[in-house]
């Protein structure tokens, strides 16, 4: 049986709005890390989570074998 917070879940994914989101992120081409492309990947996602409510968005920065992401 599927707990009762997993229905609601599910029932709150909007298919239109993960295809919205993807399309876009997918127009930045490809976006590896530390790339400019990957900075606006970032931003575009803290926008969203803004967008949606969220008061506090940070991005953190990263650093793996020498190449810096966020």
Known sequence: MVP??????AASIDGGAALR???ALAALG????G???A????AYVAAQ???A???TVELQAFDRHGV???
Do not use: V
């Not at 009762?4 to 879940?9: K, M, P, S, T």
């Not at 490809?30 to 890390?33: E, I, K, R, Y």
């Not at 900075?39 to 970032?42: E, G, H, S």
């Open 4 to 9: 009762l917070a997993g229905l609601l879940l």
């Open 21 to 23: 989101h993807a399309s």
């Open 30 to 33: 490809p976006h590896p890390w």
């Open 35 to 37: 790339s400019p492309r």
């Open 39 to 42: 900075q606006a990947a970032a």
């Open 49 to 51: 989570m803004r967008e």
């Open 53 to 55: 409510g969220l008061d």
């Open 68 to 70: 810096r992401g966020t």
